[in-house]
Nanobody, 126 residues
Framework: QVQLVESGGGLVQAGGSLRLSCTAS????????MGWFRQAPGKDRDFVAA?????????TYADSVKGRFAISRDDGKNTVYLQMNNVKPDDTAAYYC??????????????????WGQGTQVTVSP
């Protein structure tokens, strides 16, 4: 059973940085495309970033975070990261890590992911 645990959320001022971590059960990160999503109160869960498994390490980002956020992974630590730079109040949300069931590509919708963490809250103050 795949398990995902996010950490690293908190309160940060606009313009600051934060790094989220997602620790997965053994072998998950090296064998699945991993994604980050976020959900603000009263809104849908939105795609943030995804990173494919294997050596190509293809990445894709939502337009709203492109150039500010970076997804990466450490297979040895079974961990995927989301580095958040130059954060804005609109980035305030619960952030979720997910592992895809699709073997090729990097899905940008939630239905492309089979396993989810419990989420970590990020709050950006003006």
């Amino acid at each position: 059973q795949v398990q995902l645990v996010e950490s690293g959320g908190g309160l940060v001022q606009a313009g600051g940085s934060l790094r989220l971590s997602c620790t997965a059960s053994e072998g998950t990160v090296s064998a699945h495309t991993m994604g980050w999503f976020r959900q603000a109160p009263g809104k849908d869960r939105d795609f943030v970033a995804a990173l494919t498994w294997g050596e190509d390490r293809f990445t894709t980002y939502a337009d709203s975070v492109k150039g500010r956020f970076a997804i990466s992974r450490d297979d040895g630590k079974n961990t995927v990261y989301l580095q958040m730079n130059n954060v804005k109040p609109d980035d305030t949300a619960a952030y979720y890590c997910a592992a895809s069931w699709i073997r090729g590509g990097a899905p940008r919708t939630a239905n492309g992911y089979a396993y989810w963490g419990q989420g970590t809250q990020v709050t950006v103050s003006p």
